[in-house]
């Protein structure tokens, strides 16, 4: 069997490297190709060419890159063509993967396609289910509530469960290692900063989280902050910190260095923060597995910052907020992201255990409601896929 698969941001990545081990577990006659970062590679992809030729977000940011953009689109869809494929599985990044879908059908109709991570249709664009199930057989759906909405517009869908909800969590004692091992004493705050994992969010939010850290160390003289970098801007990062001149008590989690090890480094991270200051986006659902309480914070250039609050349709973008049904996580969005206010809601979340304790139940629905203690999201995303197939395994 030969599938091509395509992901475009790191989060994508990671979602196909565990869809890649689980069809391996089903099967062990799968091919891969496609195009994705070092996790799927180290699953047994051979990339196209650099994922992160795909990591744009936002519509002012996507306009200077059109030409290259659709360059790579031409490029997926030959190789998904040539390569005679029995499916395309498209990876979230929609408006890159679901562009390659909708020339790949035009050429060969019959060739399924399958989509993993159901767009937003309950957030904004409400359209764009409809407009995708001219080209896209099935989605994967990382949220209960999403396949009434695929299905409604004559798609197949299955819900599979969050990846996040069942990763294995650093161990107390390694968290409190982890701590001691930057200075941490005990008693004194450490502060998880994550800017994004795209370059143009540490290119647009960095200056403004550099401001809020310079100020919670100033507020906190015994306080130690760290930042995991994204594999993919780890470059990127370590010129942001430096920019930041933050001293000792700054602490950059460079992939480069911790190598093989950096994925346990990061849940100890995550564990051992008494708070974090994060972008919008999967990382809130990372920090409620570390049960971290958090702040977000983010922002986007004009043009697209107008374009967004226009067509949303719902009152909080962190995913926390959403799958709990609570509102116990302060977001700061567009304008409202300024240093001054940020830093005061980490402040008052410093000191007020109730809300922290809000977050950490608003947390533990949210890990529930995306499948942890259930089956392993991705035998049941790679059991949907062979079912779609009609490859599925029997017993």
Known sequence: MKLFLIAGEPSGDALGASLMAGLKAARSDIEFSGIGGPLMQAEGLNSLFPMSDLSVMGLAEVLPRL???????????????????DALITIDSPDFCLRVAKQVKKRTAKLPVIHYVAPTVWAWRAGRARKMARFVDHVLALFPFEPPLMQAVGMGCDFVGHPVAQMLQAAPEDCSAYRAGLGVGAGDPLLL????????????????????????????PRAHLVLPAAPAIADDVAQMMAAWDLGPRAHLLDPRAAGADYPYQKSCAFGAADLALAASGTVSLELAA???????????APLSR???????????V??????????????????????????AALERLMGDQTARNDQIQAAEVSMARLGAGDRDPKARAADAVLRVLGKEIVG
Do not use: C
Request: glycine share 8%.
């Open 193 to 220: 900063m994550l800017p994004g994992s795209r370059r143009g969010e540490i290119v647009r939010l960095g200056p403004r989280f550099g401001q809020v850290a310079r100020g919670f160390l100033q507020a906190h």
């Open 318 to 343: 962190t995913l926390v907020n959403l799958i709990s049904e609570t509102r116990h996580i302060p977001e700061f969005l567009g304008k409202a992201f300024e240093p001054a206010p940020v830093l």
């Open 306 to 316: 107008v374009l967004m609050r226009w067509m949303l349709k719902i009152d909080t």
């Open 290 to 300: 570390a049960k971290t309480p958090m702040v977000i914070a983010y922002d986007m």
């Open 67 to 85: 030409r290259h953009l659709f360059k790579r689109r031409d490029q997926a869809a030959n190789a998904v063509i040539e390569g005679q494929i």
